[in-house]
């Protein structure tokens, strides 16, 4: 009866075990994957939904015409414009066409004889 009540056991205890491995297996395997994605970056992790979302996202950010332009200071007040509602010619740049005429007329009349 000793004998067969431990082969009992056992059994139980190679059941209990086996379940213990599949557990640890299912364990490992999602300690696995866990560990390939963040050695192999997210891209594998990231479906295809989520690589268009990114490439969305790679768009959007660094678009051209959100980005701050560039101030210059009017060559005859001094004033700060946006570049492109500026005047810009070869003596430099003025805030206003009016501006720059001005800034014409003194020229000529300084350089003027
Ligand atoms: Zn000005």
């Given at each position: 009866?000793?004998?067969?009540?431990?082969?009992?056991?056992?059994?139980?205890?190679?059941?209990?075990?086996?379940?213990?491995?599949?557990?640890?297996?299912?364990?490992?395997?999602?300690?696995?994957?866990?560990?390939?994605?963040?050695?192999?970056?997210?891209?594998?992790?990231?479906?295809?939904?989520?690589?268009?979302?990114?490439?969305?996202?790679?768009?959007?950010?660094?678009?051209?015409?959100?980005?701050?332009?560039?101030?210059l200071?009017?060559g005859?007040?001094?004033?700060?414009?946006?570049e492109s509602?500026g005047v810009r010619t070869a003596d430099g740049f003025f805030?206003?066409?009016?501006?720059r005429?001005?800034?014409?007329?003194?020229?000529?009349?300084?350089?003027?004889?």
């Amino acid at each position: 009866m000793a004998s067969a009540a431990g082969v009992g056991v056992f059994k139980l205890i190679l059941v209990f075990f086996l379940v213990l491995i599949l557990i640890g297996l299912g364990v490992l395997g999602l300690i696995l994957r866990g560990l390939l994605s963040l050695l192999f970056g997210r891209r594998n992790e990231t479906g295809d939904g989520q690589g268009t979302d990114g490439r969305f996202r790679f768009g959007r950010a660094p678009s051209p015409d959100k980005l701050p332009e560039r101030m210059l200071a009017c060559g005859l007040c001094g004033v700060h414009v946006p570049e492109s509602e500026g005047v810009r010619t070869a003596d430099g740049f003025f805030c206003c066409e009016e501006h720059r005429r001005a800034h014409d007329k003194n020229k000529a009349e300084a350089v003027g004889p």
